[in-house]
């Protein structure tokens, strides 16, 4: 069993895509989805789905990393999916996973396109198909077994941004073996469309240099909300 978590603030208008997508994808109920929503989430996102195969876990904490965690204490398969709410998975999703896993990697991460025709962010795309500097961003949706993901320590609650290249570094320091599969997802625009292409893209690599420099989270987190317009 996949268990696929979606950690999820605020995000009603993603989940009305999301999770039937999800549903028609597990239409056996074979895998089971989480959405893991903070404690400070006001748009009542499980109160209006169907709750078919799909169980809402109401966060004590806000949080990327306390979410996921949180529903990973719950979670009962034997691989946990670490999906985005406004990320959309390709048709062959689960048995993509199924597949990677099988063939003796331990996790892995999508490749992925944006829901738009920017050539700009083709570009940016196709970076995510090999490793790279930005491998590992939350985006790509990482899938790893759950007795790794438990021995590795979960995700750090204290990283309140980046919490996925930190996981992802420490994937690395115990040579965890991980595939990226080239089946794309689909990743909302919206920061683009938000902000400039040029200030979205100076501030993710000023973001990165500074963590891979040891800059805490908490000055991070001040920098990005500085830098960019998250108000979507």
Known sequence: MLSVIVPAHNERENLVKLIPLLQDL???NE?????????????????????????????????????MNEAAAIAKGEVFVFLHADVIPPKT??????????????????????DSDSFLLKINASFTTKDGIFTGGGDQCLFIKKVLFNALGQFDEEQVLMEDF???????????????????????????????????????????????????????????????????
């Not at 625009?189 to 891979?212: C, D, E, G, H």
């Open 26 to 28: 597990n239409s056996s």
């Open 166 to 232: 930190e996981f992802f570094q420490r994937m690395k320091k115990h040579e965890i073996p991980y595939k990226i599969v080239h089946s794309d997802l689909i990743v909302s625009a919206r920061k683009y469309q938000t902000n400039s292409y040029l200030r979205v893209n100076l501030s993710n690599l000023l973001l990165v240099v500074l963590f891979k420099l040891g800059c805490p989270s908490c000055k991070l987190k001040s920098i990005h909300n500085r830098l960019l317009n998250t108000s979507y």
């Open 93 to 114: 999703f689960f048995l993509d996973i199924e597949t990677t896993i099988a063939k003796g990697f331990d996790a892995g991460f999508f490749s992925y396109q944006f």
């Open 31 to 67: 895998h089971e989805i989480l959405v893991a929503l903070s404690s400070k989430n006001k748009d009542n996102s499980g109160e209006f789905l169907n709750a078919n195969g799909v169980a809402f876990v109401k966060c004590q904490k806000k949080g990327r990393a306390c979410q």
